[in-house]
Protein backbone atom coordinates (compact mmCIF):
# COMPACT_ATOMS: atom_id res chain seq x y z
CA UNK A 1 0.00 0.00 0.00
CA UNK A 2 2.92 2.12 0.74
CA UNK A 3 4.48 1.53 -2.75
CA UNK A 4 1.27 2.27 -4.34
CA UNK A 5 0.94 5.80 -2.39
CA UNK A 6 4.73 6.21 -3.53
CA UNK A 7 3.81 5.87 -7.05
CA UNK A 8 0.47 7.92 -7.45
CA UNK A 9 2.35 10.36 -5.77
CA UNK A 10 5.80 10.24 -7.91
CA UNK A 11 3.25 10.22 -10.92
CA UNK A 12 0.55 12.50 -10.28
CA UNK A 13 -1.97 10.33 -10.74
CA UNK A 14 -5.68 9.58 -8.17
CA UNK A 15 -5.24 6.16 -6.15
CA UNK A 16 -8.18 6.58 -4.28
CA UNK A 17 -11.10 8.67 -5.91
CA UNK A 18 -13.40 9.05 -7.65
CA UNK A 19 -11.03 8.31 -11.04
CA UNK A 20 -8.31 5.89 -9.97
CA UNK A 21 -5.31 6.03 -12.71
CA UNK A 22 -5.99 9.69 -13.70
CA UNK A 23 -4.10 12.83 -13.73
CA UNK A 24 -4.47 14.82 -10.31
CA UNK A 25 -6.98 17.33 -11.05
CA UNK A 26 -5.28 21.12 -10.85
CA UNK A 27 -6.58 24.98 -11.13
CA UNK A 28 -4.74 26.72 -13.36
CA UNK A 29 -4.59 30.80 -14.14
CA UNK A 30 -3.85 32.21 -18.14
CA UNK A 31 0.00 32.18 -18.43
CA UNK A 32 1.91 35.00 -20.64
CA UNK A 33 5.65 34.50 -21.89
CA UNK A 34 7.97 36.35 -18.99
CA UNK A 35 11.38 36.67 -19.68
CA UNK A 36 13.60 34.19 -17.58
CA UNK A 37 15.46 35.30 -14.54
CA UNK A 38 19.10 34.20 -14.80
CA UNK A 39 19.46 31.69 -11.71
CA UNK A 40 21.21 28.88 -11.09
CA UNK A 41 19.06 26.39 -11.87
CA UNK A 42 18.73 22.69 -13.23
CA UNK A 43 15.88 20.12 -13.43
CA UNK A 44 16.42 17.06 -15.16
CA UNK A 45 13.85 13.64 -15.17
CA UNK A 46 11.70 15.79 -13.36
CA UNK A 47 13.87 16.67 -9.84
CA UNK A 48 14.92 20.28 -10.01
CA UNK A 49 18.06 21.69 -8.05
CA UNK A 50 18.30 24.78 -7.15
CA UNK A 51 21.84 26.61 -6.39
CA UNK A 52 20.92 30.15 -5.82
CA UNK A 53 20.72 30.17 -2.27
CA UNK A 54 23.98 30.90 -0.23
CA UNK A 55 24.70 31.42 3.07
CA UNK A 56 27.95 32.25 4.52
CA UNK A 57 29.10 30.49 7.06
CA UNK A 58 29.03 33.22 9.73
CA UNK A 59 25.30 34.53 9.28
CA UNK A 60 23.78 32.41 11.84
CA UNK A 61 20.57 34.38 11.72
CA UNK A 62 20.39 33.38 7.52
CA UNK A 63 21.30 29.94 8.25
CA UNK A 64 19.06 29.26 10.79
CA UNK A 65 16.08 30.57 8.12
CA UNK A 66 17.42 28.15 5.57
CA UNK A 67 16.84 25.52 7.86
CA UNK A 68 13.44 26.34 8.63
CA UNK A 69 12.40 26.16 5.50
CA UNK A 70 13.74 22.78 4.79
CA UNK A 71 12.27 21.62 8.39
CA UNK A 72 8.49 23.15 7.13
CA UNK A 73 5.77 21.27 7.36
CA UNK A 74 4.24 19.35 4.04
CA UNK A 75 1.23 21.74 3.82
CA UNK A 76 0.53 24.90 4.93
CA UNK A 77 -3.42 24.57 7.15
CA UNK A 78 -4.85 27.98 5.93
CA UNK A 79 -4.42 27.22 2.22
CA UNK A 80 -6.43 23.88 2.79
CA UNK A 81 -10.02 23.63 1.94
CA UNK A 82 -12.93 21.45 1.64
CA UNK A 83 -15.02 22.17 -1.92
CA UNK A 84 -18.80 22.07 -1.67
CA UNK A 85 -18.44 18.61 -3.64
CA UNK A 86 -16.43 16.73 -0.86
CA UNK A 87 -13.09 17.40 -2.18
CA UNK A 88 -10.17 19.04 -0.94
CA UNK A 89 -8.37 21.97 -2.42
CA UNK A 90 -4.98 23.21 -1.84
CA UNK A 91 -4.05 26.75 -3.01
CA UNK A 92 0.05 26.85 -3.78
CA UNK A 93 1.74 30.05 -2.28
CA UNK A 94 3.13 31.06 -5.50
CA UNK A 95 1.76 29.50 -8.99
CA UNK A 96 3.48 27.65 -11.07
CA UNK A 97 5.41 28.46 -14.40
CA UNK A 98 1.88 26.41 -16.54
CA UNK A 99 -0.32 28.96 -14.57
CA UNK A 100 -1.51 25.96 -12.27
CA UNK A 101 -2.58 27.87 -8.76
CA UNK A 102 -4.42 24.93 -6.89
CA UNK A 103 -4.29 21.43 -7.06
CA UNK A 104 -7.98 18.92 -6.48
CA UNK A 105 -7.90 15.88 -4.31
CA UNK A 106 -10.46 13.64 -2.79
CA UNK A 107 -9.99 13.26 1.34
CA UNK A 108 -8.35 9.57 0.75
CA UNK A 109 -6.15 10.77 -2.35
CA UNK A 110 -4.72 13.71 0.32
CA UNK A 111 -4.25 11.21 2.49
CA UNK A 112 -2.19 9.06 0.05
CA UNK A 113 -0.01 12.08 -0.81
CA UNK A 114 0.91 13.13 3.00
CA UNK A 115 1.56 9.06 3.70
CA UNK A 116 3.96 8.83 0.49
CA UNK A 117 5.94 12.05 2.28
CA UNK A 118 6.50 9.74 5.60
CA UNK A 119 9.75 8.19 5.00
CA UNK A 120 9.82 4.20 5.77
CA UNK A 121 11.55 3.48 9.19
CA UNK A 122 15.89 3.31 9.06
CA UNK A 123 15.88 5.24 5.48
CA UNK A 124 18.64 8.06 5.11
CA UNK A 125 17.53 11.25 4.34
CA UNK A 126 20.42 13.26 3.71
CA UNK A 127 22.75 11.49 0.89
CA UNK A 128 26.63 13.09 -0.07
CA UNK A 129 27.66 12.75 -3.53
CA UNK A 130 31.27 13.64 -4.95
CA UNK A 131 34.05 14.44 -2.35
CA UNK A 132 31.75 14.89 0.06
CA UNK A 133 30.29 11.24 -0.25
CA UNK A 134 31.96 8.77 2.84
CA UNK A 135 33.95 6.69 1.18
CA UNK A 136 35.47 9.43 -1.32
CA UNK A 137 38.70 8.86 -1.60
CA UNK A 138 39.84 13.13 -1.09
CA UNK A 139 37.16 13.41 1.45
CA UNK A 140 39.82 14.14 4.58
CA UNK A 141 41.03 16.93 1.82
CA UNK A 142 37.29 18.85 2.10
CA UNK A 143 36.21 17.83 5.56
CA UNK A 144 37.86 19.04 8.47
CA UNK A 145 38.73 16.36 10.73
CA UNK A 146 38.45 16.64 14.50
CA UNK A 147 40.72 19.55 16.62
CA UNK A 148 43.39 18.25 18.15
CA UNK A 149 43.69 18.13 21.75
CA UNK A 150 45.37 20.10 23.83
CA UNK A 151 48.29 19.37 25.93
CA UNK A 152 47.05 19.52 29.58
CA UNK A 153 49.20 21.37 31.80
CA UNK A 154 51.69 20.15 34.31
CA UNK A 155 51.42 22.48 36.98
CA UNK A 156 48.42 24.35 37.79
CA UNK A 157 49.01 28.04 38.36
CA UNK A 158 47.76 30.11 41.22
CA UNK A 159 44.74 32.16 41.47
CA UNK A 160 44.01 35.37 42.79
CA UNK A 161 40.86 35.91 44.94
CA UNK A 162 37.98 35.95 42.69
CA UNK A 163 39.71 34.56 39.72
CA UNK A 164 38.60 31.21 38.38
CA UNK A 165 41.09 27.89 39.16
CA UNK A 166 42.98 26.11 36.43
CA UNK A 167 40.09 23.12 37.30
CA UNK A 168 37.33 25.24 37.13
CA UNK A 169 39.00 26.30 33.34
CA UNK A 170 39.56 22.91 32.56
CA UNK A 171 36.11 21.30 33.17
CA UNK A 172 34.08 20.10 30.52
CA UNK A 173 31.41 21.94 28.93
CA UNK A 174 27.98 19.92 28.50
CA UNK A 175 27.51 19.05 24.69
CA UNK A 176 23.88 19.02 24.71
CA UNK A 177 21.63 22.05 25.61
CA UNK A 178 19.34 21.71 28.98
CA UNK A 179 15.82 20.10 27.86
CA UNK A 180 13.96 23.45 29.30
CA UNK A 181 16.28 25.34 26.25
CA UNK A 182 15.43 22.99 23.83
CA UNK A 183 11.59 23.87 24.59
CA UNK A 184 12.02 27.26 24.80
CA UNK A 185 14.00 27.19 21.61
CA UNK A 186 11.92 25.33 19.80
CA UNK A 187 8.49 26.13 21.08
CA UNK A 188 8.72 29.15 22.85
CA UNK A 189 7.36 27.77 25.97
CA UNK A 190 9.23 28.40 28.98
CA UNK A 191 8.47 25.92 31.34
CA UNK A 192 10.96 27.75 34.29
CA UNK A 193 8.67 30.39 34.69
CA UNK A 194 5.27 30.08 36.76
CA UNK A 195 2.66 31.15 34.28
CA UNK A 196 0.46 32.63 37.57
CA UNK A 197 3.64 34.61 39.15
CA UNK A 198 5.88 34.76 36.93
CA UNK A 199 8.51 33.87 38.96
CA UNK A 200 11.38 31.61 38.64
CA UNK A 201 10.71 28.02 38.97
CA UNK A 202 13.55 24.76 40.13
CA UNK A 203 13.44 20.91 38.91
CA UNK A 204 12.35 18.82 41.69
CA UNK A 205 12.08 15.74 40.25
CA UNK A 206 11.86 14.15 36.64
CA UNK A 207 9.74 10.87 35.96
CA UNK A 208 10.45 8.92 32.82
CA UNK A 209 9.01 5.57 33.60
CA UNK A 210 4.61 5.50 34.16
CA UNK A 211 5.22 4.10 37.94
CA UNK A 212 7.73 7.05 38.59
CA UNK A 213 5.13 9.15 37.09
CA UNK A 214 1.97 7.54 38.82
CA UNK A 215 4.25 7.35 42.23
CA UNK A 216 4.80 11.64 41.68
CA UNK A 217 1.46 12.26 40.72
CA UNK A 218 0.71 10.91 43.78
CA UNK A 219 2.74 12.51 46.01
CA UNK A 220 1.32 15.58 44.76
CA UNK A 221 -2.28 14.51 45.49
CA UNK A 222 -2.94 13.93 42.36
CA UNK A 223 -4.15 10.72 40.32
CA UNK A 224 -2.17 8.73 38.11
CA UNK A 225 -4.35 9.68 35.27
CA UNK A 226 -5.82 12.72 34.12
CA UNK A 227 -9.97 12.84 33.57
CA UNK A 228 -11.16 11.70 30.40
CA UNK A 229 -12.09 14.72 28.24
CA UNK A 230 -13.06 15.83 24.57
CA UNK A 231 -10.47 17.49 23.04
CA UNK A 232 -11.95 20.48 20.65
CA UNK A 233 -10.88 20.17 16.96
CA UNK A 234 -8.43 22.91 16.32
CA UNK A 235 -9.44 26.17 14.57
CA UNK A 236 -9.47 25.54 10.75
CA UNK A 237 -8.56 21.68 11.02
CA UNK A 238 -10.71 19.98 8.25
CA UNK A 239 -12.98 17.35 9.57
CA UNK A 240 -14.32 14.41 6.79
CA UNK A 241 -16.85 12.44 6.79
CA UNK A 242 -15.68 8.34 6.13
CA UNK A 243 -18.61 6.63 7.52
CA UNK A 244 -19.98 6.13 3.80
Not at 27 to 45: F, M, P, S
Request: glycine fraction near 6%.
Amino acid sequence: MLASCYGASAADRQLLGDAPGQQTRKLAHAVREVAKRNEALAEVGGVNVHAGAAVPSRDRQRLERLCRYVARPPLAQERLELTADGRCRYNFRHAWKNGVHAVLLAPLDLIARLCALIPPPRFHMLRYHGVLAAHAKARPEVVPGPEPKRAEPTQIPLSLAGDPTALEGLAKQPSRHPWAWLLSRVFAVDIMTCPRCRGAMRLVKIANRPDDIARALADLGLGARPPPRQRPAPAGQLEFDFAA
